[in-house]
């Protein structure tokens, strides 16, 4: 089966501009993270969703920042008035938690830059 | 303060030696632990997971987890050029689906 799909794989946007990067987990995942990966560093946990529900946005960096899932399915992650510290690759995952499984399955990821 | 903490490398190995990676983390209450390999340009990759003290083997690679010293570490037997890549340790908080990532080892395996 297909795994997790992410889209645009490259964006570029100017300071200021809004952005909405898109990501198709792999079918019946419930489960599906945000990640935000800066160069040479760890991804770092933006959003979590269970189904529709958006359980944890603590890792949601500023206002800026939303992320939807209105069927469950796909999610959209939207960067509104971006700024240069938002250059970064933002990687999805999906998983389906079973007992004690909690593995992710990542998305080639969206590398934003922001000029 | 980083809950997971690796070594960012880079840790050079000959091809065929055993390249040994390591993990610490801060959570005592963590149950589950993670190694994730990540080419360069690509995204994060599942290779082993760990529930359990001690050692657990899959084909080249053994993970062990030692709890009562926090940390978890990734042993990659007879090691090839195409393991060359940064490995990413990942602890959820206890009860936690959300892993907390290392910044990841980056590992260069050299003929």
């Known amino acids: 089966g297909a795994g997790v799909s992410q889209s645009p794989r490259y964006k570029v946007a100017k300071r200021g501009q809004d952005v909405a990067l898109r990501c198709d987990p792999i079918?019946?995942?419930?489960?599906l993270f945000w990640y935000q990966q800066a160069l040479g560093q760890g991804p770092e946990f933006l959003t979590y969703?269970?189904?529709?529900?958006?359980?944890?946005k603590s890792g949601l960096p500023s206002d800026r920042f939303f992320a939807e899932r209105p069927e469950g399915s796909v999610s959209t992650l939207k960067i509104q008035r971006t700024q240069q510290e938002d250059s970064a690759v933002y990687l999805c995952?999906?998983?389906?938690?079973?007992?004690?499984?909690?593995?992710?399955?990542f998305g080639p990821g969206t590398r934003l830059t922001v000029t | 303060q980083k809950e997971v903490e690796q070594n960012s490398g880079p840790l050079s190995v000959p091809e065929g030696a055993i390249a040994s990676l390591n993990c610490t983390y801060s959570d005592r209450g963590s149950q589950s632990f993670f190694w994730y390999r990540q080419y360069s340009g690509k995204s994060p990759e599942l290779i082993m997971f760990i529930y359990s003290n001690g050692d657990k083997e899959d084909g080249r690679f053994t993970a062990q987890l030692n709890k009562a010293s926090q940390y978890v570490s990734l042993l990659i037997r007879d090691s090839q050029p195409s393991d060359s890549a940064t490995y990413l340790c990942?602890?959820?908080?206890?009860?936690?689906?959300?892993?907390?990532f290392g910044r990841g080892t980056s590992l260069i395996v050299h003929p």
């Open positions: 969703f269970q189904n529709e529900a958006q359980l944890d």
């Open positions: 079918s019946g995942h419930v489960s």
């Open positions: 990942a602890v959820p908080s206890g009860g936690s689906y959300i892993p907390t």
């Open positions: 995952a999906s998983s389906s938690p079973a007992a004690r499984s909690y593995e992710q399955y």
